[in-house]
């Protein structure tokens, strides 16, 4: 029986948690608080992911209330997979936080910090695990209003701006997107994902449902900060706390992704809606244009946080190209870059974390000399850097990979030279990290630079192993990810059931 | 009556919706003052509460509760929907006001470009 009740405890964990951590007022206390609750999710995404692969899509009715009317949470191969990554990767960073965040927010407020983390957590995991495209909206909101308090709490006073932009842009993608569902409610008179994807295939196109998708698909490009909707972006990560840069490059942009994959091949493929649009030739051509530019930007910064917030944009721009593709090859790649992207983010925002931590400062400049007085922490960043240049070995090569057969399957030879073109880019914004940091005389400021406490060296080594391991081990990331693209894809036969069931009631 | 006029007329509803939605949206984009960003971003969600409330409302319909005496129920489930996201308005104004706050209290000036004229030099 409790098995059954993991779709609801995946979300409402972290929400209590949260209500817990904010009457605690300790930080350490609310550290543990936030531990706790974010070891326990992997374990429950996990459990659940083994149930789809075993039996199949997971349909979970929140209060006992039947889908379509009620809300349904739905976990199937897709979203098992990312509520495993943004979880899994939460729970390897968490143990980081503590000393990271002691240093960088006053203890009257680690407490919130935490709060908010928690906060922020709930809602990623639930705009993921729900069916219910109102739903998504609320949780989208809960997970972006704690996002701006964590990004204010930065120490530099720019944090409060970026945070106030953020909002200013956020809301406005939010309200697009709770625009596009309005009018597919009106249309269809159904908020579920299912239940609307078949209506609309009942109702054939009509020009309201074009509407629709520019508002959804503007909203979420908005969130996942598709090139140009990115300017929040570099700002909010370069002067968030650096813990809560690492945890958002991560998974915010990741599930905003994973919301856009959702629509575009659950909701609306299966539809035909897109068919004489040019929507996959629009999202391929912001995709290039971001990998390009984006890349272009990052190697003119003088901040690392910054310059890997501009690289980050680039990145993304792989992940919508996969999507934008929309062919076996092209969509495994832009699901494993997903993963591997998050992990690989994760470990460079870590290590410049760790940095700020002894340096107080993530100014290219003050890196010099940091080779030798940090080995561990610059070694995590080379290699991290390598998986970001797509380097054989490291797992950002094995998405790459997917990406250009995706593409060739298309006969795009210029598709593969603009991603062979911008990981050049990449090498020269990484290399120039590099080259200061291993090949310059330490400065003054670097004298007492030691490599950090084991509470934050651990995490940053078991993600650089596993940028390592999924390099190599590609039939677990890479595998799993083709089996989700195989099943979105054919999600025109896997959508019958569920619509044949709605209608005998 | 001129067919035109009457689609004009019978969606005066829309109307009011897209004109609350751009000019809300303008004010945002075109205000360099912090809290009237605030109030445009208000106004553009408040647009989207209409759209939502105003096809649930059928006239003459009552309220969904089973009766013999009625056949033509409204739907009631946009207003749930529009609870909700009043509740989101309004934590989004309060944390974007919070947020002004505090900008103020750090930067001395709630104008956006006299911010980033200063931010240049630092």
């Known amino acids: 029986m409790s098995s059954s009740q993991l779709p609801a405890l995946q979300v409402v964990l972290p929400l209590l948690g949260a209500v817990i951590c904010a009457f605690l007022r300790r930080g350490t206390l609310a550290w543990g608080v936030a531990l706790c609750v974010t070891w326990t999710m992997p374990v429950i995404a996990l459990s659940m992911l083994w149930q789809v692969l075993a039996t199949g899509p997971i349909s979970y009715a929140m209060g006992g209330w039947a889908p379509p009317w009620g809300i349904e949470y739905r976990v199937d191969m897709l979203s098992g997979f990312v509520l495993f990554l943004v979880s899994g990767v939460a729970a390897v960073i968490i143990p980081f936080a503590r000393k990271s965040i002691a240093t960088e927010i006053d203890s009257t407020r680690q407490a919130w910090f935490y709060t908010m983390y928690l906060l922020s957590l709930c809602g990623l995991l639930g705009i993921t695990i729900t069916g219910d495209a109102f739903n998504v909206f609320v949780f989208l909101e809960i997970s972006s209003l704690s996002t701006y308090v964590m990004i204010a709490l930065g120490r530099d006073r720019r944090a409060l701006l970026a945070a106030y932009q953020y909002l200013i842009v956020g809301t406005i993608g939010a309200t697009f997107y709770v625009l596009g569902v309005g009018i597919l409610y009106s249309l269809t008179g159904s908020l579920n994902m299912v239940d609307i994807s078949s209506r609309l295939g009942e109702l054939g196109f009509q020009p309201p449902v074009l509407a629709a998708v520019a508002f959804l698909f503007v909203g979420i490009s908005l969130k996942l900060a598709l090139f140009p909707l990115h300017s929040w972006l570099p700002g909010a990560y370069a002067y968030a706390p650096s813990f809560a840069t690492a945890f958002l490059a991560a998974s915010a942009t990741k599930v905003a992704v994973y919301l856009l994959v959702r629509y575009f091949f659950s909701v609306f493929s299966v539809s035909q809606i897109f068919e004489g649009l040019p929507v996959s030739e629009i999202l391929i051509v912001l995709s290039v244009a971001g990998m390009i530019g984006a890349s272009l930007v990052a190697v003119f910064q003088e901040d690392v946080k910054r310059m890997l917030a501009y690289s980050s944009v680039a990145q993304i721009g792989y992940m919508t190209l996969g999507i934008g593709l929309a062919n076996k090859q092209g969509l495994t790649g832009g699901i494993v870059h997903l993963f591997n992207h998050a992990i690989t983010k994760a470990a460079l925002f870590l290590a410049v974390g760790a940095i700020v931590y002894r340096m107080k400062t993530c100014k290219i400049d003050d890196f010099a000399g940091l080779g030798r007085r940090m080995p561990l922490t610059m070694g995590v960043f080379v290699l991290a850097g390598l998986s970001i240049i797509g380097t054989p070995g490291t797992a950002g090569f094995v998405s790459k990979w997917f990406l250009a057969v995706g593409a060739l399957e298309e006969g795009w030879w210029w598709l593969v030279a603009i991603v062979m073109v911008s990981s050049l880019i990449s090498v020269v914004y990484i290399g120039r990290v590099i080259e200061i940091a291993w090949f310059r005389e330490a400065k003054p400021i670097a004298d007492n630079a030691r490599e950090p406490p084991a509470s934050m060296l651990l995490p940053m080594l078991f993600l650089a192993g596993c940028v390592v391991y999924f390099g190599f081990a590609t039939s677990m990331s890479a595998g799993y990810a083709s089996k989700a693209a195989a099943h979105l894809l054919g999600a025109e036969q896997a959508i019958e059931v569920p619509a044949a069931a709605g209608t005998k009631q | ?122």
Do not use: C
Not at chain 2, 17 to 37: P, R, W
Not at chain 2, 77 to 82: A, D, E, R, S, T
Not at chain 2, 101 to 117: K, L, M, Q, S
């Open chain 2, 1 to 122: 009556m001129n067919p035109f006029i009457h689609e004009l007329i019978a969606h005066y509803n829309q109307w009011i919706t897209i004109f609350l939605m751009v000019s809300g949206l303008y004010i945002v984009i075109a205000k360099d003052n912090m809290v009237k960003k605030l109030v445009g971003l208000s106004l553009f969600q408040t647009s989207v509460y209409l759209l939502y409330i105003s096809p649930g409302k059928i006239l003459g319909g009552t309220p969904p509760i089973m009766d013999p005496k009625f056949s033509v129920y409204s739907n009631p489930l946009p207003h749930v929907l529009i609870l909700t996201a009043i509740v989101v308005g309004v934590a989004t104004l309060a944390l974007g006001l919070a947020l002004v706050v505090r900008i103020n209290e750090a930067y001395g000036t709630i104008e956006e470009d006299e911010i980033f004229a200063r931010g240049e030099e630092e």
